[in-house]
């Protein structure tokens, strides 16, 4: 068995042919959130995705989509560029 990760998925294996019995075999999950990904990531959407919402962008949750159109976008561009900012500087802390 493979060592104990924070990040695991689970592969079903048949383990003998031609029965009904299954193993779990966990293997080790790609890793994309490491901080430098996340800082990258944040950088990107400050520089590219907070200006591009000035035309106008999406909310999408659980329950729908909600339109925001490019004349009230300003509040949100200001809001969320503070948010990521902060994010950025929590990162760099660490």
Not at 79 to 84: D, P, Q
């Amino acid at each position: 068995m493979i060592a104990d990760t924070a990040k695991t998925r689970s592969i079903f294996n048949h383990s003998k042919p031609g029965t009904q019995t299954m193993e779990i075999l966990t293997v080790p999950a790609p890793c994309f959130d490491t901080p430098e990904h996340r800082l990258q990531k944040l950088k990107q959407a400050l520089n590219k995705q907070i200006p591009d919402m000035k035309n106008g962008f999406s909310i999408v949750t659980g329950q729908g989509e909600i339109w925001i159109d490019p004349a009230f976008t300003a509040d949100f561009q200001e809001l969320t560029a503070e948010i990521l900012t902060e994010q950025v500087h929590r990162l760099i802390r660490f």
